[in-house]
């Protein structure tokens, strides 16, 4: 192998293409993200070094270090003195804001759950849907609609877009066994969440779904979740008001929990 070739077999099968948006070492770290995010690098593996990505993204050796030093900050990369810069185990980060599975909260509480699919399937982004996801024009997204229930008894409707480069085999499951939230928690975790909750009143397809009134009052919880600037998910949740609460705890995390 010569000075110029790559050391780690990884390199040539990454994604390390700059997007051109925002400073130089901001771009790296999306790219670098991007990686781990889409399955590309995994927990634990070595990624290239910090020359080599000196010399793909023709990009100083501070501006490359800047980028690492923040995503090690960040909880995404591990650095070890000596032995190279290594993918974070993601499943041990610890969101203030917990997400859950709604099928874990119903069986936490002694009940049955069961689902049926009425959407699920793959779009290039239009430019409404591009812009929601802040991503460009023509990328692929996965739209799933699920209704949950509870006892024979429809609680959720789950509306749900799945960016594919943050989550790539997302469309490719049957969701027989998982539900979809459930295995994005475990294949495509976020680093960050934003919630917005209101009150509506059910149209003749929400108030046919979840087999109440025409008019009903429903708790809608928008939701959408990067991770560390990579879009993962824009999802809209639909319970019925009157039977239906939606709450929450979170403690912040003590710093010497780390």
């Given at each position: 192998?010569?000075?110029?070739?790559?050391?780690?077999?990884?390199?040539?099968?990454?994604?390390?293409?700059?997007?051109?948006?925002g400073p130089?070492?901001?771009q790296i770290k999306r790219v670098l993200a991007r990686n781990v995010i889409s399955g590309h690098w995994v927990s634990g593996q070595q990624i290239p070094t910090e020359m080599e990505l000196v010399r793909v993204f023709q990009a100083s050796r501070m501006t490359v270090n800047r980028a690492l030093r923040e995503l090690v900050a960040e909880g995404v990369l591990t650095r070890t003195r000596g032995a190279g810069t290594y993918v974070a185990d993601r499943k041990g980060q610890s969101p203030i804001l917990e997400i859950r599975a709604i099928d874990r909260d119903i069986r936490a509480r002694g009940h049955r759950h069961d689902s049926d699919i009425i959407t699920y399937n793959t779009v290039a982004a239009d430019a409404t849907l591009a812009t929601r996801f802040g991503l460009t024009p023509g990328v692929p997204l996965c739209h799933f609609v699920c209704l949950h229930r509870e006892e024979d008894i429809p609680v959720q409707i789950e509306d749900r877009w799945v960016n594919l480069a943050a989550a790539p085999n997302f469309a490719r499951?049957?969701?027989?066994?998982?539900?979809?939230?459930?295995?994005?928690l475990a294949n495509a975790p976020y680093s960050?969440?934003?919630?917005?909750?209101?009150?509506?009143?059910?149209?003749?397809?929400?108030?046919?779904?979840?087999?109440?009134?025409?008019?009903?009052?429903?708790?809608?919880?928008?939701?959408?979740?990067?991770?560390?600037?990579?879009?993962?998910?824009?999802a809209k949740f639909t319970h019925p008001g009157e039977s239906y609460q939606l709450g929450g705890h979170f403690a912040p995390q003590h710093p010497s929990d780390g």
């Amino acid at each position: 192998m010569t000075q110029d070739q790559p050391s780690i077999p990884v390199l040539p099968n990454a994604h390390l293409v700059l997007d051109g948006n925002g400073p130089l070492y901001d771009q790296i770290k999306r790219v670098l993200a991007r990686n781990v995010i889409s399955g590309h690098w995994v927990s634990g593996q070595q990624i290239p070094t910090e020359m080599e990505l000196v010399r793909v993204f023709q990009a100083s050796r501070m501006t490359v270090n800047r980028a690492l030093r923040e995503l090690v900050a960040e909880g995404v990369l591990t650095r070890t003195r000596g032995a190279g810069t290594y993918v974070a185990d993601r499943k041990g980060q610890s969101p203030i804001l917990e997400i859950r599975a709604i099928d874990r909260d119903i069986r936490a509480r002694g009940h049955r759950h069961d689902s049926d699919i009425i959407t699920y399937n793959t779009v290039a982004a239009d430019a409404t849907l591009a812009t929601r996801f802040g991503l460009t024009p023509g990328v692929p997204l996965c739209h799933f609609v699920c209704l949950h229930r509870e006892e024979d008894i429809p609680v959720q409707i789950e509306d749900r877009w799945v960016n594919l480069a943050a989550a790539p085999n997302f469309a490719r499951q049957d969701f027989k066994d998982i539900t979809a939230a459930a295995w994005l928690l475990a294949n495509a975790p976020y680093s960050d969440a934003r919630h917005l909750i209101e009150a509506i009143a059910a149209d003749n397809k929400t108030a046919k779904l979840l087999d109440i009134a025409y008019g009903a009052p429903c708790l809608v919880l928008h939701r959408r979740t990067w991770f560390h600037g990579t879009p993962i998910t824009v999802a809209k949740f639909t319970h019925p008001g009157e039977s239906y609460q939606l709450g929450g705890h979170f403690a912040p995390q003590h710093p010497s929990d780390g």
